[in-house]
């Protein structure tokens, strides 16, 4: 699976536990970090924990593993490493704080396609 596709099924994951903008950044030409920012935010604490929760379940039905995560306790703002696909999961009032799609802004954003069977 390519990383265009692990993007994809990780906003798959977090779609289906209703996470809210789901956003893609093309990370390849403005970062050496990732070639993927995936950003979501969900509205408690528990929804974002259910959002990075439903990630990892999504990655190990495919033996990928995740390379780091953090945040999960305070489920403020997780972050789940899968190599050259990161992900960005925050609670409602950090995304905002945060604001990554700006500090980011020369990053193009991709299309999601979401709600697809994998």
Do not use: P
Not at 3 to 23: G, P, S, Y
Not at 44 to 59: F, G, L, P, T
Not at 65 to 93: N, T
């Amino acid at each position: 699976m390519n990383n265009n596709e692990l993007v994809q099924r990780a906003a798959t994951a977090c779609e289906d536990k209703r996470a809210m903008d789901i956003v893609a950044l093309d990370m390849k030409d403005v970062s050496l970090m990732a070639d993927y920012f995936l950003i979501c935010h969900g509205s408690n604490e528990r929804q974002v924990q259910a959002i990075s929760r439903a990630i990892k379940e999504s990655m190990d039905e495919i033996d990928v593993s995740i390379k780091r995560l953090e945040g999960y306790e305070q489920a403020r703002w997780i972050l789940v490493d899968l190599g050259d696909v990161v992900c960005h999961i925050f609670h409602k009032d950090e995304r905002s704080y945060y604001n990554l799609e700006r500090l980011w802004g020369d990053a193009s954003k991709i299309e999601l396609n979401v709600g697809q069977s994998w």
